[in-house]
């Protein structure tokens, strides 16, 4: 069935037209985009038990964008008289000049900033989804996973807990400018499994896994396989044990790819940091950085994922970027303003946390290309190394291209075979255009993830996936 598209966003939008031809009759430019997304968020574990209608990607709102005299400024709001635009406008406007006051005051300087394009455009896009999470059966739901939270504890080998958690939105965006009339609506949703059992000697194990899509609640129907695995993995960690770090060969699984592609051209070549001078990414473009192998895409194009929208937060439509085209990097991604002040396109990855707050640019699907090596040929050609798999965290440095990978387990490989022995955690770590520049070999197939969110920085939180092949490659393991 189609994700029906918000009757209260179809409802204010005469209202909102009024707003944009109030205030164009003094700003060179004007924009809204009105958000409208209910949802859930669920966790439940033998402990607690948690529901709430609010997560990450819910929100119901509108914000004014606005160039006045050559400035830029914004308003947000969730609540207006529909009979009285002009008293809204009246109070935008009063912002406006709030705002332009104190920047005077101290002293700041305008940033030479072109329009966007506004070509006429309209836009209608109801995507499939197989239910809503507005009509999830939620005490069902929740008695579901108190039911897989108790088997979880039973089977994953010395299990303290077993938490599981899920979130799922209606997404309905209405974005307008003089000549754009652009609507969507999605639904997506994520689940995860979590497990906690202690080691011999005091330490702590646990397990993560998920799954996550463009759909409604029937999504989190994989969950029961995931829980079926995690015994295993379990039993896996509390025999690991420590690497001996040094470099390696190492052969990474699509969650593990997904990881380094993040952290390695995520930040580094969102285009807004380029404005800033803080990436060393944008002194790489039309540069070798990487092996022939390597080829990446960024986009909400790329996959039907949790971030497969259908234009971004700023009326770009969305699209598929070839961040690197056989080892040599291409482009960036970008926002409308940062693409303004570079003199280039944007790319459709103007992604606000919510309607209140700012658009930056933000990672969507972040995807190495499939190769054409078979995972048993990657086994055979390594003579001393690990296989990776279980990605839990990272962080990469911009300005001088370093990146850490944090991976749950690594499989020893010795002389083309598996040995059986299994070391846990994994800290990888190196400078991205060599990690990238040693990979030999990569898998036709290829898998994308979408649980959790990325932030700018400490803040500014915003859904995104990644994922790629199984690779191979070289790096310093610890």
């Not at 077993?162 to 400018?177: P, Y």
């Not at 960690?237 to 997904?258: H, W």
Request: net charge negative.
């Amino acid at each position: 069935m189609k994700a029906s598209f918000s009757p209260w966003l179809d409802a204010i939008t005469p209202a909102l037209r009024e707003l944009v031809g109030v205030l164009g009759e003094h700003c060179e430019y004007v924009s809204v985009l009105s958000t409208d997304s209910p949802g859930f968020r669920l966790s439940v574990s033998q402990r607690s038990k948690s529901v709430s209608d609010s997560n990450l990607t819910t929100e119901r709102g509108s914000v004014v964008r606005v160039c006045r005299r050559g400035r830029w400024g914004e308003f947000a709001f969730n609540c207006f008289d529909l009979a009285d635009i002009p008293a809204l406008a009246a109070r935008i406007e009063a912002g406006l000049d709030r705002q332009a006051a104190l920047l005077d005051r101290c002293g700041a300087k305008n940033y030479p900033t072109g329009l966007p394009e506004d070509a006429p455009l309209e836009l209608f896009v109801e995507k499939e989804t197989g239910s809503f999470p507005e009509s999830a059966d939620l005490a069902a739901l929740t008695e579901r996973f108190a039911a897989l939270s108790g088997r979880g504890v039973e089977t994953i080998p010395g299990a303290l807990d077993c938490v599981l958690s899920a979130s799922s939105t209606h997404i309905s965006k209405l974005f307008l400018s003089k000549n754009r009339y652009l609507r969507q609506s999605y639904v997506i949703t994520e689940g995860t499994v979590r497990a906690w059992s202690p080691t011999a000697d005091g330490d702590m194990k646990s397990i993560y896994e998920g799954v996550s899509g463009l759909g409604g609640p029937e999504i989190l129907d994989g969950l029961d396989a995931k829980l079926d695995g995690a015994g295993q993995t379990m039993a896996e960690l509390l025999a690991s044990g420590r690497i001996v770090p040094g470099e390696y060969e190492i052969i990474t699984d699509p969650g593990v790819t997904g990881l380094i592609a993040h952290e390695a051209f995520g930040h580094g070549v969102e285009m807004d940091m380029f404005v800033k001078g803080r990436a060393l990414g944008a002194d790489y473009i039309g540069k070798r950085v990487g092996s022939e192998k390597v080829t990446m895409h960024e986009g909400a194009l790329c996959d039907e994922s949790v971030t497969a929208y259908a234009f971004d937060d700023e009326g770009v439509l969305a699209g598929d970027v070839t961040e690197i085209e056989r080892g040599i990097l291409r482009s960036g991604i970008c926002d409308t303003l940062s693409a303004l002040r570079l003199g280039t396109a944007p790319t459709g990855n103007g992604k606000r946390e919510n309607y209140a707050h700012k658009a930056y640019t933000r990672m969507t699907n972040t995807v190495f290309d499939s190769g054409t090596d078979s995972l048993e040929d990657m086994i055979a050609s390594v003579d001393s190394g690990y296989l990776l798999r279980g990605a839990e965290s990272g962080m990469e440095d911009p300005k001088h291209w370093g990146i850490q990978c944090v991976v749950q387990r690594g499989y020893e490989i010795a002389h083309g075979r598996l040995t059986g022995r299994v070391v846990s955690p994994v800290v990888l770590t190196g400078y991205v255009p060599e990690l990238l520049g040693n990979i030999s070999m990569a898998s036709p197939d290829r898998g994308i993830e979408g649980n959790g969110a990325c932030g700018k920085g400490h803040k500014e939180w915003v859904k995104v996936a990644d994922g790629g092949p199984w690779l191979k490659t070289k790096a310093r393991l610890g």
